[in-house]
């Protein structure tokens, strides 16, 4: 770790110098953390309190609000913070942290949209099966299973990127610490074995999306069955945003990470990283949560439940 001391600091450069446009980044990055920060809480509430909501899906997708809420908590925060006192600067401690949590909160996000998929399949492919296919020791299993495969992915990838040298600046092309950005400050031979952990990383991701796939394929055979045109409706418009949403943060987090970094501009590489950093954790809550006739019943129970407390 001898190498880490030539670097004490980063200096975050994806966002404009001018400070009118800072403080409008300030104050557009604030609202987007508010709105997903009230949006997943309230799911997590709702989980957490009402005991109809005691079930599979609603137990992955309080495991996907905590996901969610940790992501957009690792870059938003220090960003806003940058651009509201003028400053580029992160310490290398701080780095350090927001490269493994960022890459944790990904990855379990990514491994737990992949159990979703699959608890939906059962739901709707094998409906006399799902109590015994997903039970509570089963679920509790499969979303452990999403934080510690994300964990070690990330614990993986931070070992890697911070034992090699700095030697080419300590600038960050980008509003947060991001791996393909730190590695072109490199100039050891040993980044390589961290391009082939993303690589083998990025393998992974393409198995759970190719999964995804397929699981919701089965389910629109199954959809096209039903006889009710109402019902079939129903289920497509359920199923296609969940698709939507897992394509664009499975699209992006793969191009932001195997694209060849001297062959993209820095207003790409920003646009790239904000959708895959910021609206999932907006747009999960809305299109698994509140368009879902359940969980807004809960809502308003759990609303009307604060009212009355208050009275």
Same mark, same amino acid.
């Given at each position: 770790?001898?190498?880490?001391?030539?670097?004490?600091?980063?200096?975050? &450069?994806?966002l404009?110098d001018?400070?009118?446009?800072?403080?409008?980044?300030f104050?557009?990055? $604030?609202?987007?953390?508010?709105?997903?920060?009230?949006?997943?809480?309230?799911?997590?509430?709702a989980?957490?309190?009402?005991?109809?909501?005691?079930? #599979?899906?609603y137990?992955? &997708? @309080?495991?996907?609000?905590?996901?969610?809420? =940790?992501? *957009? /908590?690792?870059? &938003?925060?220090?960003?806003m913070?940058?651009?509201?006192?003028?400053?580029? $600067?992160?310490?290398?401690?701080?780095?350090?942290?927001?490269?493994?949590?960022?890459?944790?909160?990904?990855?379990?996000?990514?491994?737990?949209?992949?159990?979703m @998929?699959?608890?939906?399949?059962?739901?709707?492919?094998?409906?006399?099966?799902?109590?015994?296919?997903?039970?509570?020791? @089963?679920?509790?299993?499969?979303?452990?299973?999403?934080?510690?495969?994300? $964990?070690?992915? /990330?614990?993986?990838?931070?070992?890697? *990127?911070?034992?090699?040298?700095?030697?080419?600046?300590?600038?960050?092309?980008?509003?947060?610490?991001? *791996?393909?950005q730190?590695?072109?400050?490199?100039? $050891?031979?040993?980044?390589?074995?961290?391009?082939?952990?993303?690589?083998?990383?990025?393998?992974?991701?393409i198995?759970c999306?190719? +999964?995804i *796939? =397929? /699981?919701?394929?089965?389910?629109?055979?199954?959809?096209?069955?039903?006889? /009710?045109e109402? =019902?079939?409706?129903?289920?497509?418009?359920?199923?296609?945003?969940?698709?939507?949403?897992?394509?664009?943060?499975?699209?992006?987090?793969i191009?932001?990470y195997?694209? #060849?970094?001297s062959? @993209?501009?820095?207003?790409?590489?920003?646009?790239?990283a904000?959708?895959?950093?910021?609206?999932?954790?907006?747009?999960? #809550?809305?299109?698994?949560?509140?368009r879902?006739?359940?969980?807004?019943?809960a809502?308003?129970r759990?609303? =009307?439940?604060? +009212?009355?407390t208050?009275?």
């Amino acid at each position: 770790m001898s190498n880490q001391t030539s670097v004490t600091e980063f200096l975050l &450069l994806g966002l404009a110098d001018v400070p009118e446009v800072q403080i409008l980044c300030f104050t557009l990055f $604030s609202v987007i953390y508010l709105v997903a920060l009230m949006e997943n809480l309230l799911i997590i509430t709702a989980v957490a309190c009402d005991h109809c909501l005691h079930k #599979p899906m609603y137990f992955f &997708l @309080a495991n996907l609000s905590t996901l969610d809420l =940790g992501s *957009i /908590s690792v870059t &938003l925060p220090k960003s806003m913070a940058n651009s509201l006192m003028q400053t580029r $600067s992160i310490s290398f401690a701080g780095c350090v942290a927001q490269v493994f949590f960022l890459i944790f909160f990904i990855g379990a996000i990514f491994f737990l949209l992949t159990i979703m @998929a699959y608890d939906r399949y059962v739901a709707i492919c094998r409906p006399l099966h799902y109590e015994r296919v997903m039970s509570r020791r @089963a679920c509790v299993q499969m979303a452990t299973g999403a934080w510690f495969g994300g $964990s070690l992915n /990330s614990a993986l990838h931070t070992g890697n *990127i911070f034992t090699l040298t700095f030697c080419r600046g300590n600038t960050v092309d980008q509003f947060f610490c991001e *791996i393909p950005q730190l590695l072109k400050l490199t100039c $050891s031979e040993a980044y390589l074995r961290e391009a082939h952990v993303l690589i083998l990383s990025a393998c992974l991701g393409i198995i759970c999306f190719v +999964f995804i *796939i =397929g /699981s919701y394929v089965q389910i629109f055979k199954v959809v096209l069955g039903i006889p /009710s045109e109402q =019902g079939r409706h129903k289920a497509f418009s359920t199923c296609l945003p969940h698709l939507m949403v897992v394509s664009l943060f499975a699209c992006t987090c793969i191009f932001a990470y195997l694209k #060849p970094t001297s062959n @993209a501009t820095s207003g790409l590489n920003l646009v790239v990283a904000v959708l895959y950093s910021t609206l999932p954790p907006v747009l999960n #809550p809305v299109i698994y949560s509140m368009r879902n006739t359940e969980m807004k019943a809960a809502l308003k129970r759990q609303a =009307g439940r604060t +009212f009355l407390t208050k009275n």
